[in-house]
């Protein structure tokens, strides 16, 4: 999948100097596969331009997805398989993202940002971030693509004390306010100097912004790492997520779970097909919800 769009305001502002072509990586909770979107960024003054270039998904295998889940919790697996598959996802990032730089970047990026796929993220029993892991070898991603890869996104805040989670708040603020200095955008989704978004990735969190700050942002529990699950039993494995909502459109909503959790690790792998009490291992204490 390709998508290519332009940003007038970006091209207007060429001649004010170079934009930093980057491509950005996830891989998420849902485990479906590796998206790589490409962007134009300009700093002028207190104001960053973007211009959005495209995205592209690559699947997972079948055999590297069966890997991945073989290592999150409640299973246990040893330093060896964590090893390997820590650099087999570095050589499939690598191939990634060199895809999506020949599509998406003209055959030239300047960075490349790796977030690395997820495989726990230790929370203590009164809330607190203790430490986080992701998967994906950097290095090999960075010798594969030769330009500088930033990777290691979430430890940086959980040593600060935060909880290494959500990600999307600084851009969230960024596209929700509006020019440096006047606020929080106005149109369809502000109120009264606020805005809000949910983003629904493999867990789903809200991010509130108002006079051009974040005033709350955390984890709601999860979507898509049960959603996706629900569309591959629904499908009898044809389907790894439900594409277009085909199947959400067909079947009667599930009844909801009882409780959110922060992500995938503290999730029972046959979650989904409970819908129910035993579909959480545990609640997390400390996780704020509306």
């Not at 332009?6 to 100097?17: I, K, M, S």
């Not at 997972?60 to 650099?87: D, K, N, W, Y």
């Not at 060199?98 to 929370?123: I, K, M, S």
Request: aromatic share 4%; with cysteine.
């Amino acid at each position: 999948m390709s998508v290519r769009v332009n940003d007038a305001r970006l091209n207007a502002g060429a001649a004010r100097g170079a934009a930093l072509r980057v491509l950005g990586c996830m891989s998420g909770t849902s485990l479906d596969g590796i998206d790589i979107a490409c962007a134009d960024l300009q700093l002028h003054g207190d104001e960053l331009f973007v211009g959005y270039r495209g995205l592209i998904s690559v699947p997972f295998g079948e055999e590297t997805h069966q890997r991945l889940l073989a290592v999150l919790p409640p299973a246990s697996s040893g330093a060896q398989g964590i090893c390997a598959l820590h650099a087999d996802l570095g050589h499939a990032y690598g191939a990634a993202f060199a895809r999506a730089r020949d599509e998406l970047a003209d055959g030239r990026a300047d960075l490349a940002v790796l977030h690395g796929q997820t495989a726990y993220h230790w929370v203590d029993e009164k809330g607190t971030a203790l430490g986080t892991l992701q998967l994906g070898n950097p290095a090999i991603t960075a010798e594969a693509l030769g330009i500088p890869v930033i990777s290691d996104l979430r430890s940086r805040d959980i040593a600060a004390g935060g909880q290494g989670a959500p990600l999307v708040p600084m851009f969230d603020c960024l596209l929700l306010s509006g020019p440096a200095g006047t606020g929080t955008a106005g149109g369809r989704g502000s109120v009264r100097g606020a805005a809000g978004v949910v983003n629904l990735g493999g867990i789903a969190n809200l991010t509130i912004v108002a006079c051009g700050q974040v005033v709350a942002a955390y984890d709601l529990g999860p979507a898509g790492a049960l959603m996706d699950p629900a569309a591959w039993r629904a499908s009898a494995g044809a389907m790894r997520f439900d594409v277009s909502g085909e199947i959400a459109r067909q079947r009667p909503s599930a009844p909801r779970p009882a409780a959110p959790a922060r992500c995938r690790s503290v999730l029972r792998a046959d979650a989904a097909a409970q819908h129910g009490p035993g579909a959480f291992q545990r609640r997390l204490p400390g996780l704020r919800t509306p």
